[in-house]
């Protein structure tokens, strides 16, 4: 067998035992991101941490020679499980890291512990609408990191679950936008016409023309609830009808809605002037039932309905009673409350044109959801970008480039925090400075969190907000336009517990260069990686060349020495003047550094800061 990588081993170790990342960390003295990096092939340990790692697997008898792991330079490949069939598009794309194992629907069927079994070692599980995700499976997933779903419902993930396990959930809104539209506009020709009748009646042998005769779709007016996608394919089709388009999205501006032909009105406007009402809306309590009794009774008589979105969107009850009345002249509908449909009162109206939930099912919708996903969890695991995520906030490419030096560098800040001024954690506040403040923050605060709770639970950038709440930590976050201390883009942490506060401030310069600007209200910049030691003292003379001369008798070599001290102020025998150190050293420190500082005189304090 090839000889392992240090990461290779790694891996391997964390499985005969059982740890997560954050355990392994923890074992050797360094922080779970540095874990992550050496098991993905990035970054050369130290010595010393090697040293430690060996002397941790004779104590606990971990043997190499038994396992066998692809010899790929980079570290364990990625392994992805697709759970249902996919398009070969789709497979054509994992494809094309040559590295990444993937298991197809068969292979995993044919596994003797199917799905649970598969993702035992799985970095990734794709799913379409059949597979049950729910938290006793992801039980049985303890590396997984994205769940994708070819479609966009996600009712059969529990996303609560894997968001609570750090895992994002992804879907492909928009990819089938098309295929969703003509079936829309197929619909409501089909009502208009009376399709669904003429060829029933047809297959039974009549020519019943006079009963069959229908209306254009000419003039009508065609009001469209939710302008996204699929609302605006619909809209251009529409157009080209010679309907009137009235519309209603407040998440739509002013000028795509005139670029696409529609008139923007109110919900109440829109139900009363349409002589066609389609629905393209999310379903969220605001719009759960907005189709009623209430509002179906300010329609127009004879209004015809399509629902192409959300089954719940509709109050089943108020609609067959419309549509017995006549109120409501016809619908057509493709989704519903409970699928597959059974014992329906609609089976009974003659107006009513039924679906099973086919808007989506063209080949080349199919095709083009398949290859979105595939792209959207290839770009998550090499890159980090989170592209139609519903449990954490989706960042374009370009997006992730210019925020993740940010989001690392309050990883990074925040893990200083909690090693520098250790509390008890009552409460964050966080403050957003500059450009940060106009910017999408949910990943700079999901990082910060991680970074304060790293080492003490298995906490990461997607469940770090889950897991505060759970313990009780109130948030509470601000933005401020101007940043502070001169730097354009600036990020403060602060923790609160019964006792008192700590905060740290930092920024990124150069575009990718994690910096400290402040601790504790002193002022100090310093690099944010590596091996710190963080010391505070009296501001008195002597105190700098004492450190020095204890990690020189040490053998400790010092890379980046930073003062700070506070602002002049009147100093008193209770109150003195105190200053502040971060000095950056090249070996990892032992104990004995720190009960060799502790000796220095006017040394209050020497705290230890590994980072990655």
């Excluded at 009345?325 to 699928?339: I, K, M, N, Q, R």
């Amino acid at each position: 067998m090839p000889e392992l990588s240090f990461g290779e081993k790694l891996i391997l170790a964390r499985k005969q035992l059982n740890l997560y990342q954050y355990q392994m960390a923890e074992k050797l003295g360094v922080h779970p991101n540095s874990i992550w990096k050496y098991e993905q092939g990035e970054g050369k340990p130290q010595a010393s941490v090697v040293r430690i790692f060996d002397i941790f697997c004779q104590q606990n008898n971990i043997r190499f020679e038994e396992y066998e792991i692809h010899n790929n330079p980079k570290g364990v490949p990625m392994k992805l499980v697709l759970a249902e069939k996919v398009s070969p598009a789709t497979l054509a794309v994992l494809a094309e890291e040559p590295d990444w194992q993937i298991l197809t629907h068969d292979q995993v069927a044919a596994l003797p512990g199917g799905l649970a079994a598969a993702l035992v070692d799985a970095d990734a599980l794709v799913v379409r609408s059949a597979v049950q995700v729910d938290d006793a499976l992801l039980e049985h997933a303890p590396r997984l990191r994205v769940i994708g779903r070819a479609g966009v419902g996600v009712d059969n993930i529990d996303t609560d679950a894997a968001t609570r396990r750090g895992i994002v959930v992804m879907n492909t809104p928009g990819a089938n936008a098309v295929a969703v539209a003509e079936l829309t506009l197929g619909l409501m020709i089909a009502l208009a016409r009376k399709l669904a009748v003429a060829n029933a009646s047809t297959h039974a042998g009549k020519w019943d023309k006079k009963s069959l005769q229908g209306v254009e779709l000419r003039g009508k007016t065609l009001g469209i609830l939710g302008l996204g996608r699929i609302g605006l394919e619909v809209a251009k089709r529409a157009r080209g009808f010679g309907m009137e388009l009235l519309g209603h999205d407040p998440f739509v501006s002013p000028a795509v809605a005139r670029e696409a032909g529609i008139k923007l009105v109110s919900t109440e406007e829109l139900f009363a002037a349409a002589d066609y009402l389609t629905l393209h809306v999310g379903l969220t309590p605001q719009t759960q039932g907005i189709v009623n009794a209430h509002t179906i009774a300010t329609m127009k008589k004879g209004v015809r309905i399509l629902n192409c979105a959300r089954g719940e969107l509709i109050e089943q009850d108020a609609l067959v009673a419309a549509l017995a009345s006549g109120h409501v002249g016809g619908a057509a509908l493709d989704v519903f409350p409970s699928e597959p449909l059974k014992d329906s009162p609609y089976f009974n109206l003659p107006n009513v044109l039924l679906t099973p939930h086919i808007a989506g099912s063209t080949d080349e919708a199919q095709e083009a959801i398949g290859i979105q996903l595939a792209r959207q969890v290839r770009e998550y695991l090499k890159l980090g970008v989170v592209q139609n995520a519903v449990n954490v906030t989706s960042l374009t490419h370009e997006e992730y480039v210019l925020l993740a030096p940010f989001i690392d560098l309050a990883g990074r800040l925040g893990s200083f925090l909690s090693q520098a001024a250790p509390r008890s954690i009552e409460s964050i506040h966080l403050t957003y400075s500059g450009s940060l403040a106009e910017g999408k923050t949910e990943l700079l605060r999901n990082a910060a969190i991680a970074g304060l709770l790293a080492g003490s639970d298995n906490v990461n950038r997607i469940n770090a907000y889950t897991v505060a709440q759970e313990r009780g930590i109130r948030l509470h976050e601000e933005k401020e336009p101007s940043a502070r201390g001169g730097a354009a883009d600036v990020l403060t942490i602060a923790i609160h517990d019964g006792s008192g506060s700590s905060q740290a401030t930092g920024t990124v310069l150069h575009g990718e260069q994690p910096r400290l600007l402040a601790l504790d209200a002193i002022d100090i910049e310093s690099p944010l990686e590596g091996t710190l030691l963080v010391c505070r003292n009296l501001d008195v003379p002597g105190v700098i060349g004492n450190i020095g001369t204890v990690l020189g008798q040490q053998g400790v070599n010092i890379a980046n020495f930073a003062l700070g001290r506070e602002r002049r102020r009147e100093a008193t025998a209770e109150n003195p003047m105190k200053a502040l150190s971060v000095v950056q050293v090249d070996e990892p420190v032992n104990p004995n550094v720190l009960d060799a500082l502790a000796t220095v005189k006017a040394l209050l304090e020497a705290r230890l800061v590994r980072l990655a």
